[in-house]
């Protein structure tokens, strides 16, 4: 995606640029990103999660979007509940 910023809004030339995150952006994604585990960064390049944000072509932020469980460690109960089938009608335990 580029953005072009009008030109009598603002008095010199400047392009916005928000492109998907790639493995060439890692080094940069890191100095500004230090909550990211490099798995979580494999993900979010892959999955498309992740964009970097240039500013005249120099890198100058990055946005990312997840879920509250994708950095969140929580255990999942095996059975969470029982479901009983009686007769047609099901039955929450």
């Not at 979010?44 to 950095?71: A, C, E, H, Q, S």
Request: net charge neutral; hydrophobic share 40%.
């Amino acid at each position: 995606m580029r953005i072009l910023v009008d030109a009598d809004a603002c008095p010199v030339d400047v392009m916005l640029e928000i492109r998907y995150v790639t493995k060439l952006d890692e080094p940069f994604w890191f100095t500004l990103d230090k909550h990211l585990c490099k798995n979580e960064f494999a993900l979010k390049t892959r999955d498309k999660r992740g964009y970097v944000i240039y500013l005249n072509g120099n890198p100058v932020g990055v946005m990312r979007y997840n879920l509250f469980w994708d950095n969140t460690p929580f255990e999942q109960p095996q059975e969470m509940f029982k479901i009983k089938v009686l007769g047609g009608q099901c039955n929450v335990i």
